[in-house]
């Protein structure tokens, strides 16, 4: 007797028909061959939704959700991107959209902020990495695809959008309005933090990241003669994976920069270093909080396993998977997770991520007011120095309220310099003797 007897042939012969075209490897995933028990429930389904949803659905609408389905359920990365969505994902990776500049990512059915892009509307908001947005101009987002929530939040510029936020710490849901601009990322920025001490800020990995990253040190170079570098990877969510190998490259001579493990043979992927390098002899700070993913991660990790930096910061994101997108059709595509990152000295860093050398908190410094100190100067009749020189400023005040990170990074470069300029000396003395 049929088991099953509401089911449509015809459904049964065209799931059936596809798994006969199914590859070698994935028949073999099931001890008997075709998963037939799974083929006739799902044929069983799709059958009592045709004929019993409250409104008619289309077979088309059916089987789309169904891939949809199927991808969402493998991991938070991997979806089925249907012409829409496809054609929107082209539009982010041109580098220019009208949006709000967040990175962002599904988190129990809500969207996760992954980063905010540096000078966007969100980063000036002060939205931060790790807010969970429940609703978008009062609408409830639980349980909508991560593409469906990125299409409400892009639109025409100059048009405003209401995000309701959820943040550790803070005890109800807040709103933030948001004007929405022509994102145009800049990847990288740089000054002078003093004399003789760079900074770098990379905010996301994009073609041309590595030929900036070199115009920004020769640029710190011609201020002063750089004696430690601070690379602030803070809240990068990553992006184009061949500028996350140059730029680790840029910092390193030789050796293994990542690799990457997979089941399909060209997911089996070594990135060596090359011999020219970037400022041999300085030391280096990279700065990493929640908000530095993917791209982010293999460089800190790279020059971490290599000893060329110091990590300095919070635990990274800890998204060390590598995303293809592999077109179905002329207008379709899934963008289907195919394998694992792995720092040189084989870390993974899925769900791991990078952990700092020195743990330093996100903080801010505040000057506290105290009673004046006596010092000899002060006193009536003293003795002039004879000192002609003045010792710089212990670090530069860009507001009332200081980035503590960046700030432990600079004393960090200063002591190294130190020790640096010690040794140097001890050395050439010992010759003299």
Request: proline share 4%; with cysteine; charged share 25%.
């Amino acid at each position: 007797m049929n088991r099953y007897p509401n089911i449509k042939k015809p459904i049964i012969s065209i799931l059936l028909s596809a798994c006969l075209v199914m590859p070698a490897w994935a028949l073999a995933e099931t001890e008997d061959g075709l998963p037939i028990d799974e083929i006739r429930l799902f044929a069983e389904v799709f059958d009592r939704i045709k004929s019993a949803y409250v409104e008619p659905v289309s077979d088309q609408k059916l089987l789309e959700d169904a891939i949809r389905g199927m991808l969402t359920g493998l991991d938070p990365h991997s979806a089925y991107m249907d012409p829409k969505a496809f054609q929107s994902m082209q539009v982010q990776t041109s580098g220019q959209f009208g949006g709000l500049g967040i990175e962002v990512g599904l988190q129990d059915g809500f969207i996760r902020v992954v980063a905010p892009i540096d000078d966007t509307p969100a980063q000036r908001a002060g939205i931060r990495a790790g807010d969970l947005i429940t609703k978008i101009d009062d609408e409830a987002i639980q349980g909508i695809s991560l593409n469906d929530a990125v299409d409400k939040m892009r639109g025409k510029v100059g048009t405003a959008v209401v995000l309701t936020l959820v943040r550790d710490g803070v005890e109800k849901p807040f709103e933030v309005r948001l004007v929405r601009e022509n994102i145009s990322v800049t990847s990288v920025r740089h000054r002078l933090l003093e004399t003789h001490y760079g900074y770098i800020r990379i905010s996301q990995f994009q073609s041309n990241t590595a030929n900036q990253l070199r115009n920004s040190v020769e640029a710190l170079q011609a201020l002063s003669e750089l004696k430690g570098l601070v690379l602030d990877l803070r809240n990068n969510p990553g992006g184009v994976l061949q500028a996350a190998i140059q730029v680790s490259d840029a910092f390193l001579s030789d050796g293994l920069i990542v690799y990457t493990e997979g089941r399909l043979p060209n997911s089996e992927m070594r990135f060596n270093a090359s011999e020219s390098t970037l400022l041999p002899d300085v030391p280096v700070v990279v700065l990493i909080n929640s908000g530095s993913a993917s791209a982010s991660e293999i460089v800190a990790g790279a020059l971490q396993d290599h000893g060329r930096a110091v990590i300095m910061g919070t635990d990274s994101f800890g998204k060390g998977s590598v995303q293809t997108i592999l077109p179905v059709g002329s207008d379709r595509a899934v963008k289907l997770t195919t394998a694992r990152y792995f720092t040189p000295e084989g870390r993974s860093i899925q769900a791991e991520g990078i952990r700092p050398d020195i743990q330093v908190e996100e903080a801010r410094i505040t000057a506290i007011e105290t009673a004046p100190v006596l010092r000899e100067r002060d006193l009536s009749g003293h003795l002039e120095g004879s000192s002609t020189g003045q010792r710089e400023s212990s670090v530069t005040r860009d507001s009332e309220e200081r980035d503590f990170q960046l700030y432990e990074a600079l004393n960090l470069l200063k002591g190294l310099s130190i020790m640096k300029a010690t040794r140097a000396d001890t050395c050439v003395i010992c010759q003299n003797v």
